[in-house]
């Protein structure tokens, strides 16, 4: 079983920048391909990123696109999320999750079978 501890959340304000680190510990991480979701309150989980296991290939929202950058540390067993740009929409709890598949399937949430707790982001205006 793996657990994963996100960090880096925080209060900044639009146009500033956050970058948000994925630990996990109990399995390594380089099998496998990794994603970061958000969910705002009253609304549901929704996908921003997603990176391979070897890194060479990642996916974005296209809400994100262009702003958000994922990346990994497999030595780590850390995954990153470089978000830029940021506005009052980017406002959520922020979760690293672990696909099931060596092979990345997809954002949809049912492709991931282990959570963190989450790092709440606050953008303000």
């Known amino acids: 079983q793996v657990q994963l501890v996100e960090s880096g959340g925080g209060l900044v304000q639009a146009g500033g920048s956050l970058r948000l680190s994925c630990a996990a510990s109990?399995?390594?991480?380089?099998?496998?391909?990794m994603g970061w979701f958000r969910q705002a309150p009253g609304k549901q989980r929704d996908f921003v990123a997603a990176?391979?296991?070897?890194?060479?290939?990642?996916y974005y929202a296209d809400s994100v696109k262009g702003r958000f950058t994922i990346s990994r540390d497999n030595a780590k067993n850390t995954v990153y999320l470089e978000m830029n740009s940021l506005n009052s929409e980017d406002t959520a709890v922020y979760y690293c999750?672990?696909?099931?598949?060596?092979?990345?399937?997809?954002?949809?949430?049912?492709?991931?079978?282990?959570w963190g707790q989450g790092t709440q982001v606050t953008v303000s205006s």
């Open positions: 999750a672990k696909h099931r598949s060596s092979f990345y399937r997809g954002s949809d949430p049912a492709n991931f079978d282990s």
């Open positions: 109990g399995r390594t991480l380089s099998s496998y391909a």
């Open positions: 990176i391979t296991r070897t890194g060479g290939s990642s």
